[in-house]
């Protein structure tokens, strides 16, 4: 995996193709960038980037590595937004119960309003017939139930 200044120095060396431009971008002196450029093709025992031309590139490997490591560093993201987002209460999934009286496009645009929040949240949609909601609850199959026929069955903390 890469440190995100690893990522950096890759995307910085990508956008400015030249090693003294991607270091005044870092913040950093050249001589400091091309050494941690030669660490991590060390590391990865690949040529990275292509310095035979005027302007410094990345190799096919080095675009490989700075696209799939963003793809993991923002992966990395979501995960460390929905791991603090269950620690101060959110649910990871929650799964709706509805009878089937009630015809899932009502749902949708509660959906998409929730799906606005983009809180990483897993919705699983069921339907259930007669007091199946009610079971369903019961029985742990559902966190929340919508448009229930019946009363409730006797559930201890409902």
């Known amino acids: 995996m890469l440190s995100p200044n690893e990522l950096a120095l890759l995307e910085a060396i ?5 090693l003294s ?7 950093k002196a050249p001589s400091s960038v091309s050494h941690a450029a030669r660490q991590l093709e060390e ?3 690949a040529l990275l980037f292509d310095r035979r031309r ?6 096919p490997a080095g675009r490989l590595l700075a696209e799939e490591a963003g793809r993991l560093m923002l992966d990395v993201s979501r995960l460390t937004q929905r791991v603090r ?4 209460g959110w649910e990871d999934r929650l799964h709706i119960v509805s009878d089937e009286i009630l015809e899932f496009e009502f749902m949708a645009p509660l959906i998409q309003d929730f799906d ?3 809180s990483g949240v897993t919705l699983r949609f069921t339907h259930e017939v007669l007091g ?6 019961r029985e742990g199959r559902a966190d929340l139930i ?7 069955q006797t559930m201890p903390n409902l």
């Not at 987002?85 to 101060?88: L, M, P, T, Y």
Request: avoid cysteine; proline fraction near 2%; hydrophobic fraction near 35%.
């Open 14 to 18: 990508r956008d400015s193709g030249s």
């Open 146 to 152: 919508v448009g229930a026929t019946n009363e409730p």
């Open 54 to 59: 005027y302007r410094l590139q990345l190799t």
């Open 85 to 88: 987002q269950v620690a101060s």
């Open 116 to 118: 606005k929040l983009d």
């Open 21 to 27: 431009r991607a270091a005044a971008k870092l913040g």
């Open 43 to 45: 590391r990865f025992d």
């Open 132 to 137: 199946g909601t009610w079971e369903a609850l």
